[in-house]
């Protein structure tokens, strides 16, 4: 069984709703936090960025009042994430804030830093480092992250190419400590498989998408439930590193998601128009083709437990010795 701190060790459901760039916000994460999962967002969506003062008290306060109310159903702790990265000129200025709102588990993108994670450790706060492959799993651990979000391949936005088997066995062979996976898990037996693999958690991010509180465009929602697997692009062109998007979202750029060029994104310009990654191109990962409908975060949490629960139930059922006669 993995070593988990108090913060991750409470949590009821297994699951961790990914920072979702643009996206994700207070509505999201609170209503995420208090039906049972952990809510994420970017500290990078709030903008101007004296908003990410304004954002943290909202949350604290939200789950501060939801817990006085429940107190035999509190609220899943929240998480803010961090660019960890020399072009995010914000960081020290994000990172003095969740540490006067005292965040409760940090996730850290695209850099591990031993500075970043003595601050969050300075109030009991818990960091969990994204990682596709596993040299960059020892690198974070060896910083100082207390977990990992191993990203595997069919995840969406920037996302691996490993087999979440092959990732998940080649970290457990090494490391005991907190363990998130991602890639394509929008369904309970798929948290339940998650587990099953050697990872703590999962880690949702385009089943959120789809949901109310969700800040993104109707069409963007609306396309995911539309859409399966076979509408996922993999390709750099976008922001320069290999992500998932959505396929109508770049033929509505004018573009063929069939045949993408590999090119510099600080020089895309198509048609005289220039296309956004996040906000014109859309992120997505492979799992969407469980997801048939826009909905409340709490009614899709609701859908995940009981899935969670009938999957376990079906294994418990037909669980017994496996035959081997010839």
């Known amino acids: 069984m993995s070593k988990l701190p108090p913060v991750l060790r409470s949590l009821r459901f297994p699951v961790i709703g990914s ?3 643009i996206i994700s ?5 609170i209503a995420q936090c208090k039906a049972g999962v952990i809510g994420a967002m970017p500290a990078l969506n709030a903008r101007p960025a004296s908003q990410l003062d304004e954002w943290l008290a909202e949350i604290t306060e939200a789950l501060a009042a939801h817990d006085k ?10 998480a803010i994430n961090q660019i960890v990265h020399k072009s995010n000129d914000r960081l ?54 207390d977990g990992l979000v191993a990203v595997a391949a069919g995840a969406g936005g920037h996302a691996g190419v490993k087999s979440p088997f092959a990732l998940v066995q080649e970290i457990r062979q090494w490391f ?3 363990l998130a996976l991602s890639g394509a898990i929008a369904t309970g037996g798929s948290i339940l498989a998650a587990q099953a693999m050697g ?9 959120f998408i789809a949901t109310h509180e969700a800040h993104a465009s109707d069409a963007y929602k609306q396309a995911i439930v539309e859409c399966n697997s076979d509408d996922i692009v993999y390709s750099n062109l976008f922001t320069g590193v290999h992500g998932n998007y959505l396929a109508p979202s770049i033929r509505a750029a004018g573009l063929d998601p069939e045949h993408l060029p590999e090119s510099d994104p600080s020089k895309m310009n198509f048609s005289g128009t220039a296309v956004k990654a996040w906000k014109d191109i ?5 799992g969407i083709g469980a997801i048939t409908e826009v909905t409340s975060a709490a ?16 294994l418990l059922s037909s669980a017994g010795p496996i035959s081997t006669a010839a």
């Open 19 to 21: 920072p979702l760039f």
């Open 25 to 29: 916000n207070p509505q999201l994460v």
């Open 69 to 78: 109310a429940h107190p035999d159903n509190p609220a899943a702790p929240f």
């Open 92 to 145: 020290d200025q994000d990172m003095a804030l969740c540490v006067k709102y005292k965040v409760p588990v940090y996730i850290t993108s695209l850099g591990a830093r031993e500075d970043i994670y003595a601050a969050a450790h300075s109030h009991g706060g818990v960091v969990l480092h994204d990682i596709i492959n596993n040299r960059f799993a020892h690198k974070a651990i060896e910083k100082g992250a």
């Open 176 to 178: 005991d400590g907190p």
């Open 199 to 207: 990872a703590d958690f999962a880690y949702i991010g385009s089943a």
């Open 282 to 286: 859309w992120g997505c990962g492979q």
């Open 299 to 314: 009614e899709r949490i609701a859908r995940l437990k009981a899935e969670y629960e009938a999957a376990r139930q079906r």
